[in-house]
């Protein structure tokens, strides 16, 4: 059985003139509604890539935070401000549970390329470190389109090429099933729930490629899951469905259960 990872054992991030990348274990949060906790003690914050100033990113710069910003990668959402910018012909049906939201043909990127590349271009100028693209498993869920693996595969290597371009890193969001065709093009992966569904060994190949894994719980206590976590090095937190500043790090919980 390996040892639980101790905080002593987190590394700094590192900024380099023309490399940048993230240590296995690192503090992290992620935040999309409330006011941002900038002062928060971590060295990676996951923030919307509409809803953030540059200013907020600025000043988490200055702490030396590495800044992640989100956007929808795989659907489309009515109250974004370039939600005219999408052609009807690539609208599908619509998310459960997320009004406004619509699974995308992913198989266009010839019409998705140019809105994609648009905000990535806007998280560059806003002086995001990296990027977490969500949404791109759409050929395992009903979107109205027969979308297949070879199609979401061809759509996730874009999206990384695309992000990679213009100095940013990127993540792979879910998408278990692709992991060992992917993970050489992606700089994390960031997984909701994979305790609750009992698929966490599936993110072990980023682990083995020396890259971070970041795992969020809503339903499980942490109890039921931290333990683990910590024993498999994943950066896990458990998280409110809203994504508010609540959060519980497993490896604090660990010292203090």
Not at 4 to 27: D, G, Y
Request: net charge negative.
């Amino acid at each position: 059985m390996t040892a639980p990872m101790t905080a002593s054992l987190f590394l700094p991030l590192v900024f380099r003139p023309h490399s940048r990348w993230l240590p296995q274990q690192v503090r992290w949060q992620i935040q999309y509604t409330g006011e941002i906790q900038t002062d928060l003690d971590v060295g990676v914050f996951n923030l919307d890539l509409f809803d953030t100033s540059a200013e907020t990113i600025a000043t988490l710069h200055q702490r030396g935070v590495f800044v992640m910003c989100y956007f929808s990668a795989g659907s489309y959402e009515d109250w974004r401000p370039d939600a005219h910018s999408f052609p009807p012909e690539v609208l599908g049906k619509d998310m459960e549970m997320w009004p406004g939201e619509k699974w995308l043909d992913i198989r266009r990127i010839d019409l998705l390329a140019p809105i994609m590349e648009a905000r990535l271009d806007l998280a560059r100028s806003k002086g995001c470190d990296g990027v977490d693209p969500d949404n791109v498993n759409g050929y395992t869920n009903d979107t109205g389109f027969p979308l297949m693996a070879e199609d979401q595969k061809r759509y996730n290597i874009f999206l990384a090429g695309a992000a990679h371009q213009r100095g940013l890193l990127v993540g792979l969001k879910n998408d278990l099933e692709q992991i060992p065709e992917l993970v050489t093009y992606f700089d994390w992966v960031l997984n909701e729930e994979c305790f609750s569904y009992g698929e966490c060994d599936l993110l072990l190949p980023f682990l083995q490629a020396g890259k971070p894994v970041f795992v969020i719980e809503y339903e499980l206590e942490p109890s039921a899951f931290c333990p683990q976590a910590v024993q498999m090095h994943f950066n896990a937190l458990h998280k409110h469905m809203e994504l508010d500043a609540y959060r519980v790090d497993c490896l604090e919980w660990s010292a203090n259960p």
